[in-house]
């Protein structure tokens, strides 16, 4: 959790990990 921007990063087994904006449940970004 962001403690600031309300964002939420999760990650994944094969590496992903998705930024996410938890107000408006939206994905912002992927890294790989």
Not at 5 to 19: E, Q
Not at 24 to 32: A, N, V
């Amino acid at each position: 959790f962001s403690p600031t921007d309300h964002k939420l990063a999760t990650c994944s087994d094969d590496g992903t990990v998705r930024i996410w904006d938890f107000l408006r449940c939206h994905e912002e970004r992927i890294l790989r």
